[in-house]
């Protein structure tokens, strides 16, 4: 399995991140039916303790492939695209929760999935 487990907690906050930062932005993205979407996490160099110490905060890689069908909220196809691109993604624990606090995309958006193939060891 993965080296980092998220908890259903976490994922679940890494969801709802990015459909508010969607609905800022005027979209919506459903996932295809038979949805290749993931994202590929590469824990943090030395991450043994991951406790929920307030302000505790950790950086982990990830490579994300992104199918889903985004669409403006009247209906409309903006891209049915599979792309896939590495996401530095900060957590930071606020209130006794992880939460994320940050994220900053590292390179180019490749079409298809092909970069996360190998992204893990």
Known sequence: GPLLELSAGEQAELDRELLERRVE????GVQPENSIGRAVIRPPQGARNLSKTEGNEFVF??????????QTVDGELITDRVESFFQDV???????????????RRGEIREGEEICVNFLP
Request: charged share 30%; aromatic share 4%.
């Open 61 to 70: 890689g990830t490579c994300v492939v992104d199918d889903d069908i985004i």
């Open 90 to 104: 900060e957590m930071t624990v606020v209130d006794g929760e992880w939460r994320v606090t940050g994220r900053a």
């Open 25 to 28: 932005e005027g979209v919506i």
